[in-house]
């Protein structure tokens, strides 16, 4: 038996997945935030005036009284140590996007030798991590390296649960010994401020003087796939890169439509229940379960948050996924594309904001012609995507996405806003001269007596567009599955900060502080904005030519790649959008452009060495084997004076030589350095993977040659379908 055949013997010998918890003993939704130290636990357990203080910090995103810190501390670590607690750990964010953590014990000796638990309110607040072990562009040398990790108090601290432990995991932003922010977490918080100074600005104008904290919110889908472990860990590609290298299509791929939707398998149910069920204790609201387009793919989406803590909590959501997909004997997928010929993976954020007094600031009610208000932030999102469309596609901007955009399942890399049948009317009528209608819902008959009628929405939905509007919210469809959501929020925030900014300058002017004024002034700069930016707005197919040729007319950027995208970040323009608004300085924006540069050379040059190494020692002698079994059984065809069938041996040792050409050509690309991280990314981009295409395609016509026995990659057909 064949190490592959043994390999799928040991998938199918798995049987039915066995219970990992005893659901009816407590219900999932019971246990939510039971391992959150939550505003309703603070309030029971510190005292009055301290809560009310630390409540005004989170509500009013103001600054926290620092003599509260010791109280604080206190109670989160008798509650942390009554629930198993050992060890507490400041969480946080660095730019390769992956959660960072640094666990220190509670554990404390005292004079006479015993040992006691100390946490104290300065260890709270500040940690002290090495700022020099990450990527930070520039702003940290190897010598250089204090760092400090601060106490975000607007993001609850948690318990961490393990088999043999449990840990207090502390929130935190991270930033250099000279102030720079070297995370994902601090340009969001500044963000959440640049967008909430902006939009009270416009709330005073329509009389709301509450000052109530406007506040970005995001809901962001995740898609993964999942695959057997044994099929994981005989895939170096999979484990070095997080995609397959090689790999024919699979007969059967998704055509049929049929895996969207379907009916959960028991095993990847048991999972998704025992996931839902981790992200619950930690005060995760996660709500939509179900089959994605291609097989072996799956979504899971929580309901709106607050943006900072939306961008935590998806990151827990990828590690849990991760941690329990292997509990179950599974390997959890988040690359954006780790199967090619199928749907790749995103990460829908969809966007929103809005305060305690007016709730969501971007749901246009029934009547949205009538609705000034949400006209106003509704253009103000308008003209931050088309004045800013190049930063939108920069900052979803990496190799594994690269692969993604553009293709069946993920907008193209063009920048276009879906507005809908009644917004997109009612801004036409404001282009006119005035709105004076909107397009109204109507109702469904479906035409079976037994069926109700159903309230039908005034327009469609588009899932082809990378920025949609969906009733009440955006959704930008163009995030990466494997990304922090960090970016294309900080992005927003700023872009729309600045359009907020603009409109309310030109709103102040126009009324001169007369409120009877107000209402034409909107119509004038509404109309202004639709003149200038309606180009963005595009209601049809976005993965057409015709709209690729379309968008060229309108001027829309179409930026394909990384290395094209991500100048963007250091041009003076953008640089002057992010310092004005005290998101980041030049000095981190260019930090942050170094960075992603290098993540992204870093990436490919994985890829090209382990596509070279598995050529080499996986492929060449599996087809070598071939060959030889072709030729020996040609020999004694010929010994018995029989014609033997030399066509398949002549394929296979045409493939054989041009698969070593390719390899030899890939090699000779990787390894040299270039004079900066750009130009580097330009060889990846435009020699490098076309290469390892190149071998690519070889490997896969020998894979469909080559004798099954011989074959030791697991195949598309058994990673997708087999469970």
Same mark, same amino acid.
């Given at each position: 038996?064949?190490?592959?055949?043994?390999?799928?013997?040991?998938?199918?010998?798995?049987?039915?997945?066995?219970?990992?918890?005893?659901?009816?003993?407590?219900?999932?939704?019971?246990?939510?935030?039971?391992?959150?130290?939550?505003?309703?636990?603070?309030?029971?357990?510190?005292?009055?005036?301290?809560?009310?203080?630390?409540?005004?910090?989170?509500?009013?995103?103001?600054?926290?009284?620092?003599?509260?810190?010791?109280?604080?501390?206190?109670?989160?670590?008798?509650?942390?140590?009554?629930?198993?607690?050992?060890?507490?750990?400041?969480?946080?964010?660095?730019?390769?996007?992956?959660?960072?953590?640094?666990?220190?014990?509670?554990?404390?000796?005292?004079?006479?030798?015993?040992?006691?638990?100390?946490?104290?309110?300065?260890?709270?607040?500040?940690?002290?991590?090495?700022?020099?072990?990450?990527?930070?562009?520039?702003?940290? &040398?190897?010598?250089?390296?204090?760092?400090?990790?601060? /106490?975000?108090?607007?993001?609850?601290?948690?318990?961490?649960?393990?088999?043999?432990?449990?840990?207090?995991?502390? +929130?935190?932003?991270?930033?250099? /010994?000279?102030?720079?922010?070297?995370?994902?977490?601090?340009?969001?918080?500044?963000?959440?401020?640049?967008?909430?100074?902006?939009?009270?600005?416009?709330?005073?104008?329509?009389?709301?003087?509450?000052?109530?904290?406007?506040?970005?919110?995001?809901?962001?889908?995740?898609?993964?796939?999942?695959?057997?472990?044994?099929?994981?860990?005989?895939?170096?590609?999979?484990?070095?890169?997080?995609?397959?290298?090689?790999?024919?299509?699979?007969?059967?791929?998704?055509?049929?439509?049929?895996?969207?939707?379907?009916?959960?398998?028991?095993?990847?149910?048991?999972?998704?229940?025992?996931?839902?069920?981790?992200?619950?204790?930690?005060?995760? $609201?996660?709500?939509?379960?179900?089959?994605?387009?291609? +097989?072996? &793919?799956?979504?899971?989406?929580?309901?709106?948050?607050?943006?900072?803590?939306?961008?935590?909590?998806?990151?827990?959501?990828?590690?849990?996924?991760?941690?329990?997909?292997?509990?179950?004997?599974?390997?959890?997928?988040?690359?954006?594309?780790?199967?090619?010929?199928?749907?790749?993976?995103?990460?829908?954020?969809?966007?929103?904001?809005?305060?305690?007094?007016?709730?969501?600031?971007?749901?246009?009610?029934?009547?949205?012609?009538?609705?000034?208000?949400?006209?106003?932030?509704?253009?103000?999102?308008?003209?931050?995507?088309?004045?800013?469309?190049?930063?939108?596609?920069?900052?979803?901007?990496?190799?594994?996405?690269?692969?993604?955009?553009?293709?069946?399942?993920? $907008?193209?890399?063009?920048?276009?806003? @879906?507005?809908?049948? &009644?917004?997109?009317?009612?801004?036409?009528?404001?282009?006119?001269?005035?709105?004076?209608?909107?397009?109204?819902?109507?109702?469904?008959?479906?035409?079976?007596?037994?069926? +109700?009628?159903?309230?039908?929405?005034?327009?469609?939905?588009?899932?082809?567009?990378?920025?949609? @509007?969906?009733?009440?919210?955006?959704?930008?469809?163009?995030?990466?599955?494997?990304?922090?959501?960090?970016?294309?929020?900080?992005?927003?925030?700023?872009?729309?900060?600045?359009?907020?900014?603009?409109?309310?300058?030109?709103?102040?002017?126009?009324?001169?502080?007369?409120?009877?004024?107000?209402?034409?002034?909107? &119509?004038?700069?509404?109309?202004?904005?639709?003149?200038?930016?309606?180009?963005?707005?595009?209601?049809?197919?976005?993965?057409?030519?015709?709209?690729?040729?379309?968008?060229?007319?309108?001027?829309?950027?179409?930026?394909?790649?990384?290395?094209?995208?991500?100048?963007?970040?250091?041009?003076?323009?953008?640089?002057?959008?992010?310092?004005?608004?005290?998101?980041?300085?030049?000095?981190?924006?260019?930090?942050?452009?170094?960075?992603?540069?290098?993540?992204?050379?870093?990436?490919?040059?994985?890829?090209?060495?382990?596509?070279?190494?598995?050529?080499?020692?996986?492929?060449?002698?599996?087809?070598?084997?071939?060959?030889?079994?072709?030729?020996?059984?040609?020999?004694?065809?010929?010994?018995?004076?029989?014609?033997?069938?030399?066509?398949?041996?002549?394929?296979?040792?045409?493939?054989?030589?041009?698969?070593?050409?390719?390899?030899?050509?890939?090699?000779?690309?990787?390894?040299?350095?270039?004079?900066?991280?750009?130009?580097?990314?330009?060889?990846?981009?435009?020699?490098?993977?076309?290469?390892?295409?190149?071998?690519?395609?070889?490997?896969?016509?020998?894979?469909?040659?080559?004798?099954?026995?011989?074959?030791?990659?697991?195949?598309?057909?058994?990673?997708? @379908?087999?469970?």
């Amino acid at each position: 038996m064949s190490g592959r055949s043994k390999l799928l013997a040991a998938i199918n010998g798995n049987g039915a997945p066995r219970a990992t918890l005893d659901y009816k003993e407590k219900n999932s939704i019971d246990l939510f935030g039971e391992n959150v130290f939550s505003m309703a636990v603070m309030k029971k357990r510190l005292p009055k005036d301290i809560y009310k203080s630390l409540a005004r910090t989170v509500e009013n995103f103001c600054l926290m009284d620092a003599s509260i810190a010791d109280v604080v501390a206190n109670a989160m670590k008798d509650w942390a140590i009554q629930k198993g607690a050992s060890h507490y750990a400041h969480v946080f964010f660095p730019l390769t996007g992956a959660t960072a953590e640094k666990h220190d014990s509670f554990l404390a000796p005292d004079l006479a030798g015993n040992a006691i638990a100390e946490f104290s309110g300065k260890t709270l607040i500040q940690g002290e991590p090495d700022a020099s072990s990450f990527p930070s562009g520039g702003l940290r &040398q190897t010598f250089e390296a204090r760092g400090y990790t601060a /106490w975000d108090v607007t993001s609850p601290a948690y318990i961490m649960e393990s088999p043999n432990g449990a840990t207090l995991c502390i +929130p935190t932003a991270f930033v250099s /010994w000279t102030g720079e922010a070297l995370d994902k977490k601090t340009p969001i918080l500044r963000s959440m401020q640049a967008l909430n100074k902006q939009a009270q600005r416009i709330l005073r104008l329509f009389g709301d003087h509450s000052d109530k904290i406007v506040s970005a919110t995001c809901g962001p889908e995740q898609e993964y796939f999942l695959i057997d472990k044994h099929f994981h860990s005989a895939r170096p590609d999979i484990q070095a890169t997080g995609r397959t290298l090689f790999g024919a299509p699979s007969p059967k791929g998704q055509q049929f439509d049929d895996h969207y939707f379907g009916a959960i398998q028991d095993r990847v149910l048991a999972f998704m229940f025992e996931v839902e069920r981790e992200l619950y204790k930690l005060g995760i $609201p996660v709500k939509t379960r179900h089959n994605e387009v291609a +097989p072996g &793919q799956y979504e899971v989406a929580p309901v709106f948050e607050t943006a900072n803590l939306a961008t935590d909590h998806q990151q827990l959501i990828m590690v849990m996924l991760k941690k329990i997909a292997k509990k179950h004997g599974m390997e959890c997928l988040l690359h954006e594309k780790p199967f090619a010929g199928v749907n790749g993976s995103g990460k829908h954020c969809n966007y929103s904001f809005g305060n305690a007094s007016q709730g969501n600031l971007l749901d246009p009610g029934k009547t949205p012609h009538e609705n000034a208000q949400f006209l106003v932030f509704c253009a103000a999102i308008i003209r931050g995507v088309h004045k800013y469309a190049k930063v939108l596609r920069a900052v979803v901007a990496s190799a594994a996405n690269d692969h993604r955009l553009g293709a069946n399942e993920a $907008p193209p890399a063009i920048l276009s806003i @879906f507005l809908g049948d &009644q917004l997109t009317d009612v801004f036409e009528q404001i282009k006119k001269g005035g709105a004076t209608s909107s397009k109204e819902p109507g109702t469904m008959k479906i035409g079976v007596d037994a069926l +109700p009628d159903l309230p039908k929405d005034a327009g469609d939905r588009n899932r082809t567009s990378p920025f949609a @509007f969906t009733g009440n919210r955006f959704e930008f469809r163009a995030v990466g599955s494997d990304q922090s959501i960090s970016g294309p929020i900080v992005a927003m925030n700023t872009i729309f900060a600045e359009s907020i900014d603009y409109i309310a300058t030109e709103l102040e002017k126009e009324t001169g502080g007369d409120p009877s004024k107000l209402n034409a002034a909107v &119509q004038k700069v509404l109309k202004k904005i639709i003149d200038k930016h309606g180009a963005i707005i595009f209601n049809g197919d976005n993965y057409t030519d015709a709209w690729q040729k379309e968008a060229a007319k309108r001027g829309l950027p179409n930026m394909k790649t990384t290395p094209e995208a991500l100048p963007v970040l250091i041009e003076d323009d953008v640089i002057a959008l992010f310092s004005k608004y005290g998101v980041l300085s030049e000095k981190e924006m260019k930090s942050r452009y170094e960075t992603y540069l290098e993540q992204y050379n870093l990436k490919i040059e994985v890829e090209a060495k382990t596509a070279i190494e598995m050529a080499r020692t996986i492929v060449y002698p599996a087809a070598v084997r071939y060959q030889t079994e072709l030729a020996e059984s040609c020999l004694k065809m010929k010994g018995l004076n029989m014609t033997g069938e030399t066509s398949v041996l002549k394929t296979v040792t045409g493939l054989i030589k041009e698969l070593k050409a390719g390899v030899e050509a890939l090699e000779a690309l990787i390894g040299h350095k270039k004079s900066d991280n750009l130009a580097e990314a330009k060889v990846y981009c435009k020699k490098v993977l076309p290469a390892m295409a190149t071998v690519r395609q070889v490997v896969d016509k020998l894979e469909g040659v080559v004798a099954d026995d011989l074959w030791s990659l697991p195949t598309y057909q058994e990673m997708l @379908f087999i469970r």
